[in-house]
C-alpha cells in the first residue's frame, strides 16, 4: 500500500482523484485499495470478466465504464492486462512494477489524510444487468462511516471483533 501510494504521489494523484483498479482479487486489490485512500484518491475495482477476457460484450462493458469513470490512472496486476482500446488511453500503473518505488527512509506510518464526509470514497458500478450505459454509484466516506456505524450497533461488534465479507470488490 505505502508503495503504491508513493507511486500515486509521483504521478501527482491526490485527494479528489479516481484510479482504476483492475487487479486480482486478494492482496493486490487490498494494498491498491488503501495506497489509493493514504493519497486521498477515490478507486474503482473494474467490473471482472469473470472468465469472459475475449467475449465483446465485456470488453465493452469495461470500456463502458472507463468512459463514465474517468480516471487519472489504471493500476493493473501483470496477468491482468486489458485490451488496448481501454490502455491506449490512460496512463497504466502495473503493480510488479511497484517493487522499483524507494520508500521514504525513517519509520513508515500507516495513514490516511483528514477527510470530509462528502470526499469520495469509492464508485461502485452496476453488473451491466439492468441494461443501458454503465451507472456508477459514488460512495461518499460520510456514507461508508454511517454504513458501518449502523452494521456495528445492529450487530452489536466491539473494538475486539474483526468481519469479512464474502462480496467481491467489483
Known amino acids: ?10 504521478r ?12 486480482t482479487a486478494g492482496a493486490e486489490q487490498v494494498s491498491a ?17 469473470a472468465g469472459r477476457a475475449n467475449s465483446d460484450r465485456a470488453r465493452t462493458r469495461v470500456e463502458e465504464v472507463m468512459s463514465v469513470l474517468s ?21 497504466t500503473l502495473t503493480f510488479g512494477s511497484l517493487k522499483d518505488i524507494p520508500l521514504p527512509g525513517g519509520d513508515i506510518g500507516f495513514g490516511f489524510p ?14 451491466g444487468s439492468t441494461g443501458g450505459p454503465a451507472k456508477g454509484a459514488e460512495v461518499r ?9 449502523a452494521l456495528a450497533a445492529r450487530i452489536r461488534m466491539s473494538n475486539a471483533d474483526r ?6 470488490l467489483y
Open 1 to 10: 500500500a505505502q508503495m503504491l501510494a508513493e507511486a500515486l504521489r509521483a
Open 71 to 91: 480516471p487519472r490512472l489504471l493500476v493493473q496486476g501483470e496477468q491482468n492486462s486489458l485490451p488496448d482500446s481501454v490502455t491506449q488511453r490512460i496512463e
Open 163 to 168: 468481519m469479512v465479507s464474502w462480496a467481491p
Open 12 to 23: 501527482g494523484i491526490g485527494r479528489g482523484d479516481r484510479v482504476a483498479l483492475w487487479l
Open 141 to 149: 466516506f460520510g456514507q461508508l462511516q454511517s454504513n458501518l456505524d
Open 114 to 127: 483528514s477527510r470530509d464526509p462528502d470526499d469520495l470514497a469509492f464508485i461502485q458500478f452496476t453488473s
Open 33 to 49: 485499495i488503501l495506497g489509493c485512500w493514504m493519497v486521498g484518491a477515490a478507486f474503482c475495482v473494474l467490473p471482472s470478466y
